[in-house]
């Protein structure tokens, strides 16, 4: 199921922004892109632990069409696919900088546990 596409009007810019980071996975989608530069399908999905392969498609998908992700399609057999952040992807990453401040200082308060990727694995399982 695709998306309504939204190009305004919008209330405010933080109603530009959250349109485009709307979704559980595209903040750490992003973050991902930024650590690592390039990277494959396979290891966005292994960084991402608890992604459906489904869900990753569709969110990189929507990202590409914001201008956020780039793709580049190899002509090799088997083909070879690489997403990287665009300037815009960057920028935006670095404004959730704050956000994610914010966040940790939330879990630091309530005294919240941060899964690790094996806690996340495991309750992607079942």
């Not at 960084?47 to 956020?68: A, C, F, I, N, W």
Request: aromatic letters at 6%.
């Amino acid at each position: 199921m695709a998306r309504a596409p939204r190009n305004g009007p919008y209330i405010c810019g933080i109603d530009a922004a959250l349109d485009v980071v709307s979704g559980k996975w595209k903040g750490l989608i992003l973050w991902e892109l930024d650590a690592h530069g390039v990277r494959r399908f396979a290891e966005l999905r292994r960084g991402l632990p608890g992604v459906s392969e489904k869900m990753l498609t569709q969110h990189l998908r929507e990202m590409e069409e914001d201008g956020l992700v780039h793709r580049k399609v190899y002509a090799e057999v088997p083909p070879r696919v690489e997403y990287s952040l665009t300037e815009p992807g960057r920028t935006l990453n670095q404004a959730l900088g704050a956000l994610g401040a914010w966040g940790t200082e939330r879990i630091r308060r309530e005294g919240f546990a941060r899964a690790d990727a094996g806690d996340v694995a495991e309750a992607a399982r079942g």
